[in-house]
Antibody, heavy 121, light 107 residues
């Protein structure tokens, strides 16, 4: 059974940093592209970042470019999202998602349960 | 960026009704279109990929069609457990973008 378990969310002040982790199990992690998708309270879904299976290529939404960095450790089967210079508008539930193909472009096949990140003073 | 426009933003229908949701892309995306269901307080779930292919385990009352810029998502006979918000998503180009969502309620 595919499992994606996010951790590391919480309350942070504007300008602060936070790192989300996503522990994966139940599938071959090192051949799967992975992504982060977020959802602000009461709003729709917004793609944030994606990374290839090897970690060699990454993509970020314009709204987070230069502030967020996606990475992975295939030996630990874990995906990360380092979030710096956080803003109030980054407040959202952050979902880790497995892509349905090894490439970045495709469907978000499986999702974690989500982790709330609140940016507020 | 490719804009995805979903309609309606919400609908109310009776159990057993046929429900149709449309999604329009701002440019040709071939069949690079997926549909998700999100129940309140839960993570989204993939229902349809590549515009018309049913994900394993998804009931056959769900279906999708379309190509190019215009797509449809159909629930052939609405069930109480289908109460959710539905999203389309394109993967023709980065950034991957979602429609605004359609909230489906029971009348």
């Amino acid at each position: 059974e595919v499992q994606l378990l996010e951790s590391g969310g919480g309350l942070v002040q504007p300008g602060g940093s936070l790192r989300l982790s996503c522990a994966a199990s139940g599938f071959t992690f090192d051949i799967s592209a992975m992504s982060w998708v977020r959802q602000a309270p009461g709003k729709g879904l917004e793609w944030v970042s994606s990374i290839t299976a090897s970690g060699g290529k990454t993509y970020h939404a314009a709204s987070v470019t230069g502030r967020f960095t996606i990475s992975r450790d295939n030996s630990k089967q874990t995906l990360y999202l380092q979030m710096n210079s956080l803003r109030a508008e980054d407040t959202a539930v952050y979902y880790c998602a497995k892509m349905d193909q090894g490439a970045l472009m495709g469907a978000f096949e499986f999702w974690g349960q989500g982790k709330m990140v609140t940016v507020s003073s | 960026d490719i804009q995805m426009t979903q309609s309606p933003s919400s609908l109310s229908a009776s159990v057993g009704d046929r429900v149709t949701i449309t999604c329009r892309a701002s440019q040709d995306i071939s069949n690079y279109l997926n549909w998700y269901q999100q129940k309140p307080g839960k993570a989204p779930k993939l229902l349809i990929y590549d515009a018309s292919y049913l994900e394993t385990g998804v009931p056959s009352r769900f279906s999708g069609s379309g190509s190019g810029t215009d797509f449809s998502f159909i629930i052939s006979s609405l069930q109480p457990e289908d109460i959710a918000t539905y999203y389309c998503q394109q993967y023709d180009n980065v950034p991957l973008t979602f429609g605004g969502g359609t909230k489906v309620e029971i009348k």
